[in-house]
């Protein structure tokens, strides 16, 4: 059985850092498409970034440069680094996983959600 | 990047009712659309993709439809359960976007 789950959230500074960790069981990380996507209070959802098996990565504009996505193979987690938050960073942080079909992938397995809230 | 208008914002029904949710793509973005719900406190749960193909273990009572930029998801005889936000996501170029969500409220 797929399953996600997230921890690292909490309060921080704006300007301050935070890394948040997705522990995946039932499959493995490396062998996967994983994504973050993120969702503010009472908003909808912001696709955030993606790592490929391959290790490509890919990122929203609005966090380019400012977070990073990766893996520990050995742990079979999935890591995104956050640094130089803002207070719009704030949001519920989804791991996700792709679900291959015979002509793509399409986001079909998320954890439950950390909460981020950047405030001074 | 690739804007998904999304139509209604809201909407209010009845158990038993069909209700249609819309979304429009800014280009051709082929069939690469997925559909999720999402209810209050909740993850996601995927429902649709490839626009029309459901998701396994979900119920048929989920119909996705269309290509190219028009597309919609229509819920038969909606349930207790159904109540929910609905979002619908692009997925055939990055930035992966999403809809708006349409909140199908019970009336």
């Known amino acids: 059985e797929v399953q996600l789950v997230e921890s690292g959230g909490g309060l921080v500074q704006p300007g301050g850092s935070l890394r948040l960790s997705c522990a995946a069981s039932g499959f493995t990380v490396s062998g996967n498409y994983m994504s973050w996507v993120r969702q503010g209070p009472g908003k909808g959802l912001e696709w955030v970034s993606v790592i490929y098996s391959d290790g490509s990565k890919y990122y929203a504009d609005s966090v380019k440069g400012r977070f990073t996505i990766s893996r520990d193979n050995s742990k079979n987690t999935l890591y995104l680094q956050m640094s130089s938050l803002r207070v719009e960073d704030t949001a519920v942080y989804y791991c996700a996983r792709d679900r291959p079909y015979t002509s793509g992938w399409y986001v079909g397995y998320w954890g439950q959600g950390t909460l981020v809230t950047v405030s001074s | 990047d690739i804007q998904m208008a999304q139509s209604p914002s809201s909407l209010s029904a009845s158990v038993g009712d069909r209700v249609s949710i819309t979304c429009r793509a800014s280009q051709d973005i082929s069939n690469s659309l997925a559909w999720f719900q999402q209810k209050p406190g909740k993850a996601p749960k995927s429902l649709i993709y490839?626009?029309?193909s459901l998701q396994s273990g979900v119920p048929s009572k989920f119909r996705g439809s269309g290509s190219g930029t028009d597309f919609t998801l229509t819920i038969s005889s909606l349930q207790p359960e159904d109540f929910a936000t609905y979002y619908c996501q692009q997925y055939n170029s990055y930035p992966l976007t999403f809809g708006g969500g349409t909140k199908v409220e019970i009336k």
């Open positions: 490839a626009a029309s």
